[in-house]
């Protein structure tokens, strides 16, 4: 699977982010970290989106929140998925998918199959 986008995870909480990594990673994912929405949309900006796959970030983050960096990344990268997750209840603005913190493994990594499955079929029907 290391031939596949990367998964880039943002997340201000250093324990939360390496939780998701070490799940993301276990299940054969190459996984880019960062501690906040800017860092994030920072990392975005360098590699393109050939290299990313997936984004998942927290909603709830200091610098710019997940919500603002999923808005822009929908302007600038229309087909890149974005799952964000959340302890607090799902914000208005959030019309993507979301995933209710705590979650289990199993659970983020059915998130994160069915968007990066979704945008595969999406590419194989341009």
């Known amino acids: 699977m290391t031939d596949s986008p990367a998964i880039l995870v943002a997340e201000d909480e250093e324990i939360v982010r390496r939780y998701i990594a070490r799940i993301l990673a276990q ?3 190459v996984v880019l970290l960062a501690a906040d929405g800017l860092e994030a949309w920072t990392l975005m900006e360098t590699l393109g989106r050939e290299r990313v796959g997936l984004v998942v970030s927290d909603v709830s983050m200091p610098n710019m929140s997940g919500t603002e960096l999923a808005v822009r990344l929908a302007v ?3 087909t890149l998925p974005v799952l964000l997750v959340s302890a607090l209840d799902r914000p208005r603005e959030c019309r993507g998918p979301f995933l209710p913190k705590p979650f ?3 659970q ?3 998130a994160a ?4 499955g979704a ?4 590419g194989a029907r341009q």
């Not at 199959?113 to 990066?116: G, I, N, P, V």
């Not at 945008?119 to 999406?122: G, K, N, Q, S």
């Open 108 to 110: 983020l990594l059915a």
């Open 76 to 78: 600038r990268w229309p």
């Open 113 to 116: 199959r069915a968007m990066l």
């Open 119 to 122: 945008e595969d079929r999406a």
């Open 104 to 106: 289990t493994p199993d």
């Open 27 to 29: 299940a054969g994912h």
